[in-house]
């Protein structure tokens, strides 16, 4: 039996063991299973590895995506550059780090957006921020980055900043919201934005999936902005790790 599975905590908002066991049955993939790790602690990642040695890949989600380099043998010089791990593939007891959130929020924003390149606010700070940051870069969007913590990075904001100058809100027309606000079952909050300086020239892209429309969306379209959510991200990083796991 091949084993892949997700380590993260908590999993309760998993979406990777409904998409792969439906994988396998779909595309006809016998001896292959992908189960749910949830360890309270990233220290637990060598007992997991101990107690299932067929494991030959694991996603990794929050709030490991930083974390779980200490235990990375090899990483892929892209995630190097990143600074964040959500693809392990295991080899010979042998752990290398890639990041696949990267492929596929790039590939995604890139169809989303055609031929336009609007400047960009990221909300948050955390392991889903990098890849999405190096995705920016790399599409020659330029973007500001946005927390409830102050620092002296340049590029970065607080919300309390945002709020006390408006005119950033209203000209930045792409805004990725990288925190896991909204995500069910606390389906009734968002990041903490000033939704009057919302406009219909506005792109709202939230990594949520779960529900299908958070809060955030359904808060930026009544001011006439365009959303999307992040199933689309998803799939495609998923089907990323499996070409990397296989």
């Given at each position: 039996?091949?084993k892949f599975g997700l380590i993260g905590y908590p999993l309760?908002?998993?979406?990777?063991?409904?998409?792969?066991?439906?994988?396998?049955?779909?595309?006809?993939?016998?001896?292959?299973?992908?189960?749910?790790?949830?360890?309270?602690?990233?220290?637990?990642?060598?007992?997991?590895?101990?107690?299932?040695?067929?494991?030959?890949?694991?996603?990794?989600?929050?709030?490991?995506?930083?974390?779980?380099?200490?235990?990375?043998?090899?990483?892929?010089?892209?995630?190097?550059?990143?600074?964040?791990?959500?693809?392990?593939?295991?080899?010979?007891?042998?752990?290398?780090?890639?990041?696949?959130?990267?492929?596929?929020?790039?590939?995604?924003?890139?169809?989303?957006?055609?031929?336009?390149?609007?400047?960009?606010?990221?909300?948050?700070?955390?392991?889903?921020?990098?890849?999405?940051?190096?995705?920016?870069?790399?599409?020659?969007?330029?973007?500001?980055?946005?927390?409830?913590?102050?620092?002296?990075?340049?590029?970065?904001?607080?919300?309390?900043?945002?709020?006390?100058?408006?005119?950033?809100?209203?000209?930045?027309?792409?805004?990725?919201?990288?925190?896991?606000?909204?995500?069910?079952?606390?389906?009734?909050?968002?990041?903490?934005?000033?939704?009057?300086?919302?406009?219909?020239?506005?792109?709202?892209?939230?990594?949520?999936?779960?529900?299908?429309?958070?809060?955030?969306?359904?808060?930026?379209?009544?001011?006439?902005?365009?959303?999307?959510?992040?199933?689309?991200?998803?799939?495609?990083?998923?089907?990323?790790?499996?070409?990397?796991?296989?």
């Amino acid at each position: 039996m091949k084993k892949f599975g997700l380590i993260g905590y908590p999993l309760g908002h998993s979406f990777s063991k409904k998409y792969f066991t439906e994988k396998f049955e779909k595309e006809s993939i016998d001896g292959c299973r992908f189960d749910l790790y949830e360890i309270p602690d990233i220290g637990l990642l060598p007992k997991v590895l101990e107690e299932n040695p067929e494991l030959l890949g694991l996603s990794v989600t929050i709030p490991y995506k930083e974390k779980v380099f200490s235990f990375i043998d090899q990483l892929d010089p892209a995630c190097r550059e990143i600074g964040a791990v959500n693809c392990i593939q295991i080899r010979n007891n042998q752990l290398t780090g890639y990041n696949t959130d990267y492929i596929g929020f790039k590939n995604s924003l890139e169809k989303w957006l055609g031929n336009e390149r609007p400047k960009a606010l990221v909300l948050g700070t955390g392991g889903a921020s990098k890849a999405v940051v190096q995705a920016l870069k790399d599409l020659s969007i330029p973007y500001k980055m946005v927390s409830r913590s102050e620092s002296d990075q340049p590029d970065f904001l607080t919300y309390d900043a945002l709020k006390n100058n408006p005119d950033i809100l209203a000209s930045h027309y792409l805004i990725v919201n990288t925190t896991p606000l909204g995500t069910f079952p606390n389906t009734e909050e968002m990041p903490d934005l000033d939704i009057n300086q919302i406009s219909g020239n506005h792109k709202v892209y939230d990594l949520v999936y779960n529900p299908e429309k958070t809060f955030l969306m359904r808060s930026m379209e009544a001011r006439g902005a365009l959303t999307k959510n992040g199933l689309e991200m998803l799939k495609l990083q998923a089907e990323a790790a499996w070409k990397i796991w296989n």
